[in-house]
C-alpha cells in the first residue's frame, strides 16, 4: 500500500476528506484522537483532530498525477518530495501506516512503568521519534511530543497503565 499526506487549511481538512473518500480513486482519512475529558468525576472520551490540517491518502497502486489531487479547495502543498512522488517515508510512513491499521482513529494507549518514567507501549506513538513531556496518572492522560513532516507537535493521549510487556 502507498501512503500519502496532504497539508491543507484546517477547516477545509474534512470536506476534502470526504470529497477524495467519495471520488472511489483512494482512501483518505483525517486522524482523529480519541482524548478523556473529565466532566464532574466522570472520564468521556472524546475524538479530536491528531494532526489538524493532515489528510492521508492511501491507494494500492502508486499515485502518477498528484494535480486532481491538488486542486481541492483548502490544499496546501503534498508532504515528500516531487521526485520521490510525494510517497510518505521513514517515521511519516510509520505513523500514517498505524493511523490506517486503527481506522482513522487513535485510541487510548497502553503505557508501561519502566525506571523512574513512562514509556508507551504497542500503538500509534510506539517506536516514533517522540516523548513523554507529562504524565497525569489522575486524569489517565500523558502529554506527548511526537515529530511529524518535520515539525514537533504536542498531542494529549489518553493513557492506561500496563505491566510491563516481555521483550
Known sequence: MNAYCLFC??????DITAAIQASGDYRAIYPQIIQRKWVRGTATEVPHPC??????IYSDEPIADF??????????????????????????????????????????????????GIRLADGV??????????????KQRAKVEVTF??????????IDMIEKPDE
Open 51 to 56: 494532526l489538524p490540517g493532515y489528510v492521508f
Open 125 to 138: 506513538f510506539a517506536g516514533l521519534t517522540g516523548r513523554i513531556l507529562w504524565f497525569d496518572r489522575r
Open 67 to 116: 494535480s486532481p489531487l491538488r486542486r481541492h479547495l483548502g490544499v496546501i502543498r503534498p508532504l515528500g518530495q516531487e521526485n520521490e512522488h510525494y510517497e510518505l517515508a521513514g517515521d511519516d510512513l510509520k505513523f500514517a501506516r498505524a493511523v490506517y491499521g486503527m481506522g482513522g482513529t487513535v485510541g487510548i494507549q497502553k503505557a508501561y512503568r519502566e525506571g523512574d
Open 149 to 158: 513532516d518535520e515539525t514537533v507537535y504536542t498531542l494529549w493521549v489518553g
Open 9 to 14: 487549511r484546517t477547516e477545509y481538512a474534512g
